[in-house]
């Protein structure tokens, strides 16, 4: 063996690291219900591929009804496909910011799912409606209107990310945290709406396990906050009760229809959406009802508005949904957060 080589006057130091740097160089547990949680996800993992597509034929389905199903989940692809890129920048900020070896874990995870959740919206179009969401040609009004809106839907998708991706570094934790939060508790009530209300065994599974991966994403946010929201400053307080409202205004789009304020659309949107999602809703896909959807989203805004006035932030008012609270008028695209 050769002998070790220790210099005359002893080992020269490292040079110290200039901060951010891109890991911390050991395994930090701080929260042992968020390492917990991160083995629940690996233990939990699917894959889209393996759903039993064999069952989802396009035959089965009327023209109007397949190029529903294709609507639904271009809307939702709008959210969806920011999903792994939104967490993929949390967690590269989790590791510059040498967060705890969970919190880096856990948000890895979210990107892993949510490579899935938008897998499930790429096979789906691919089954049933070839070179959807936009690379197709219409060939009717109804195919065209259809066209047209998931254009101005994906106009809006890309008006928030320099502004997210600014976010990311300015805000602190609790604020993007409640962000996060919210658009999770969106998104496990719409895919347990969803679940309850289908009637295909392809997307029964895909929605139960989707809104599977949602609820534990949600536990990741919630045990987060819990550790973050005791520090809260009165402008951090005011902050977060924009972002409740930003967020109100943009998930509304998905769990049930865009209000006022922020969506840049055309007059006649509306209209046509209302007409594709009920499509979708006749195809059996588990679309609720106009009423079932407010009625759903209305007890998840109460849910959340109950968590935050536990720590003293202020709920904005909603009134589309009859919740009362403070005013929040205009939302800027720079205000958007955009998670699912
Ligand atoms: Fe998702
Ligand atoms: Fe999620």
Redesign the pocket.
Known sequence: MADLTIPEGGFWPAPEIPQPNIYPMEWRVETEKLAAIYEKSKRMVWNPADLPWDGLKAEDFTREQRLGIMYWFAVLANF?AS?PAVFARATIQAFEKHEEDPVRKCFFSITR??MN?EECCQRTIAKLWPGGPLNWTPSDDLESAAHNNIGWLYHNGGRYWNGYTAAVGKYSLPVLFTSFMMGEMA?STLFRGMASGTQHPVFSEMFQR?GR??SRHLQICMTILENEWPGLTDDTRSLITRQLRAGFVFLSMILWEPPEGFWELPPYFLSNHRVLMNHARDAGLGVLSYEEQAENWRVAMARIRAIVERWGIAFPAIPELDLEGVPVEFIDPEEIIPV?
């Open positions: 969806d999903g799912d949510e959740h998104a989707i991966d949602e699912f």
